[in-house]
């Protein structure tokens, strides 16, 4: 059974589409990127699966069943507020109440330990820092673990430390069972959580499936290189569509069809060459080239971008 | 429901245990009575200096009776019985004799007196005050020479003229007496005024059939309907206002969003509108107790209206319902508490003009305006249950017509309010307008 339905939902905000006759299946038990630049429609989209919005049209299910606050579902959202006058765990033990309709003594105790919050169990959330209280509030949302847990931007502002934490958890409940939706801006930590990824952009969704089945639809014109004077030089080179500079290193977009061996012919030729791989374009990649100021537009060219995604692997959706 | 009851439970303690609760319990009753406080710091330590009053008396005769008529009430009233204390300032009234020429000049002359404090007032009587009749009622134009002037700067409400009042008719009757050549031994009983006495009616013991005796009235028992009124509102105000700004600071933090993936914003709403009555009504419950003990302590226990009690606490749930409702509705609406304090007055309206307006309407309780001002359901609570606490009260079936009006309006405006609410808690970093609210009330 699929975790989530949507059918051709669409929601408007004074006449402007938030989101636009978006259709999206999640089955159980995965791991769910949402991405899109802000204001795309991601929080709308997860605010109507969570039931705090309405759509004005199309339908929503949650395990087979219209979203109600029976739904069982976890939900951080992206604007961080808790009772700041509540002691950790009195707060911990009314949200658990609330979703879970019992106490759940151990459970909390348990993730007070694993996120090394016990020490501070009994302390009121205004005293503490701003990366403890968003642990805290993952815990809020997590006791008792949910059949789906939806996650707006659960690493933002947290320590390295507390951000691998909170990534392995989440990877923990899915382990058990939990499916999760997780929205954020990191492309990276996405394409390493994720097993699928749904991008909106503008209201409309523009990508949709595993992460493999999105980089083969964009092709093989990604080329990751390390050469002397690597940005100058390549920049310069025939077929060459974007250079992005990391500084040792160098990620080039050559033209569609073009040959990568005629490029390191131009490049070897005009300067020393470490290293040349072809590689798959990153996510981070693939979002700019969708929502980056120099984005041929999506929405107007989606049939092409349809008929491209036809003959990309099975599950890739690039609408 | 069991959603209801966590969410009240959890506004309810961390209301309970906040200084502002414990703090309001016991400033409350002070702001609001500070009116009553004033006056009996008043009586007790009054204003006793001496009040000097010129008398100008174009009569002739009147001047030397007014005069002894005022220092009859000096000496009876002008210290306490029973401790000697001074409780009244001295009246003084010293006759000035009426300079020949314009009058005006010497009323100039006089009210300079008074301008420099040599002076607190003065009397001018006219020339034919003794033989004049009386004026038909409603006469707006009374020939000053059929008249008494009093000349004063005193602003407000000024006791002195109100205490002259009585000396000085009684001084003018003495010496239209003296005219008519009754003995002056004979003026005191003759003028004696009847002391009126304020007495409650009559009844039949429905089960004995013995009749009931009337009963004094005291000024508590007269005071009854009016502290029920008050503290009703005072009640309502006291939840009404901080709910409006908390609402709208826990909106400002945020908090609501993530609760409401467990329950629905009815329920949230519901349940802090259930903490604030449950709230209100410990507080009530704390001042029945002691204003039972404060009446038992007089032995008035007697005038105690418990059978208003149950129609109080109806009535206080029922109005709890809709201001808060209508606070969490306004407070969701706002960016910020300091914006919630800006429409604190649509929530407070309904509990504030029956306050405004209770002059008419214990003037005249079973009029026209007071029965149909009772009976629309925003301003029932506060209103009926003043009139039915009243002397006499009001026709049974008026208590019901107006509950049944008070509870379809509590569950239209908790309705509307639950609409408003949930549209306003996400709309973030701006103030909707009325016309945007009564939008989500209507569209949901």
């Known amino acids: ?319 | 429901m069991y959603r209801i009851f966590l969410v009240a439970r959890r506004d309810f303690l961390a209301a309970i245990r906040s200084k502002p609760f414990l703090i309001g319990l016991v400033v409350a009753p002070l702001l609001f009575g500070s009116g009553f406080i004033a006056l009996a710091v008043n009586k007790a330590k009054p204003d006793i200096a001496e009040r000097r009053i010129a008398l100008l008396d174009r009569t002739g005769l009147a001047a030397s009776q007014v005069i002894a008529a005022a220092a009859e009430k000096n000496s009876r009233q002008m210290f306490d019985k029973l401790t000697g204390r001074q409780l009244t300032p001295r009246y003084i009234l010293d006759t000035v004799p009426v300079a020949a020429g314009d009058p005006d000049v010497q009323r100039l002359a006089l009210s300079a007196r008074v301008r420099r404090h040599e002076l607190f007032a003065f009397l001018e009587i006219g020339r034919d005050v003794l033989d004049a009749p009386p004026p038909p009622a409603g006469t707006e134009k009374i020939p000053p020479s059929t008249r008494v002037d009093y000349y004063s700067n005193a602003g407000g409400i000024d006791e002195t003229r109100d205490w002259l009042s009585g000396p000085l008719n009684d001084g003018l009757r003495r010496a239209r007496l003296a005219r008519l050549g009754v003995d002056p031994a004979r003026f005191t009983t003759l003028l004696a005024p009847a002391s009126v006495q304020s007495m409650s009616l009559l009844s039949r013991d429905p089960r004995t059939g013995e009749i009931r005796a009337a009963h004094k009235r005291s000024e508590v028992e007269i005071a009854i309907p009016f502290i029920l009124m008050m503290m009703l509102a005072m009640m309502v105000l006291m939840s009404a206002g901080p709910m409006l700004g908390a609402v709208a600071d826990d909106k400002q933090q945020r908090v609501f969003e993530m609760l409401l993936a467990s329950t629905s914003p009815f329920e949230l709403m519901m349940g802090k509108v259930a903490a604030a009555v449950a709230l209100t009504l410990v507080g009530s419950v704390f001042y029945w107790v002691a204003a039972v003990f404060a009446l038992q302590s007089f032995a008035m226990l007697g005038l105690a209206p418990w059978g208003l009690l149950p129609w109080f606490f109806i009535y206080l749930v029922a109005d709890m319902l809709v201001v808060c409702s209508l606070g969490i509705a306004v407070g969701s609406a706002c960016a910020s508490p300091n914006d919630a304090q800006h429409l604190a007055m649509i929530v407070m309206g309904p509990t504030l003009i029956p306050l405004l307006l209770l002059m008419p309407i214990m003037q005249a309780p079973q009029g026209a305006f007071a029965t149909v001002f009772s009976l629309l359901p925003p301003f029932t609570p506060l209103v009926m249950i003043m009139r039915q606490a009243l002397p006499g009260g009001v026709p049974a079936w008026q208590p019901w017509a107006g509950l049944t009006g008070v509870l379809v309006w509590t569950a239209a405006v908790t309705w509307a309010a639950a609409r408003i609410f949930r549209i306003g808690i996400l709309v973030q970093g701006k103030t909707a307008k009325l016309s945007e609210m009564l939008q989500w009330a209507i569209r949901g």
């Open chain 1, 1 to 319: 059974m699929d975790a989530i339905q949507l059918r051709n939902v669409t929601k408007t905000f004074g006449g402007a589409a938030a989101v636009d006759d978006v259709s999206l299946s999640v089955p159980e038990g995965a791991v769910y990127g949402f991405i899109g630049p802000n204001g795309s429609g991601k929080t709308t989209t997860m605010r109507m699966i969570v039931n705090i919005i309405y759509p004005d049209r199309g339908a929503i299910s949650v395990f087979g069943d219209p979203p109600s606050v029976r739904s069982g579902i976890g939900y951080l959202p992206e604007e961080r507020g808790l009772y700041r006058r509540m002691a950790v765990r009195p707060l911990l033990e009314f949200h658990a109440e609330l979703r879970g309709g019992r106490r759940i003594t151990a459970e909390i105790n348990s993730w007070l330990e694993r996120l090394d919050l016990a020490h501070c169990a009994t302390h009121r959330l205004e005293t503490l820092s701003k990366g403890m209280s968003q642990k805290v509030q993952f815990i809020a949302a997590v006791v008792p673990q949910p059949r789906l847990l939806i996650l707006d931007e659960p690493l933002t502002g947290l320590d390295p430390v507390s951000a691998d934490s909170i990534r392995s958890a989440i990877l923990d409940l899915r382990r058990r069972g939990t499916t999760v939706i997780l929205s954020t801006h990191d492309m990276h930590a996405a394409e390493r959580m994720c097993d699928s990824i749904f991008m909106i952009f503008r209201g409309r969704k523009v990508l949709d499936g595993s992460l493999e089945s999105i980089q083969r639809q964009f092709g093989d014109d990604t080329i990751r290189v390390d050469a002397e004077d690597g940005a100058a030089v390549l920049a310069a080179l025939p077929h060459v569509e974007k250079v992005r500079d990391h500084g040792r290193i160098q990620e080039v977009r050559i033209a569609r069809h073009a040959d990568p061996q005629e490029v390191l012919q131009a490049l070897a030729a005009r300067t020393r060459v470490s290293s040349f791989a072809i590689v798959k374009p990153s996510l981070e990649d693939i979002f700019v080239r969708i929502a980056g100021p120099e984005a041929a537009d999506p929405l107007a060219s989606q049939s092409s971008a349809a008929a491209a995604s036809a003959q990309a692997a099975a599950g890739a959706r690039h609408v």
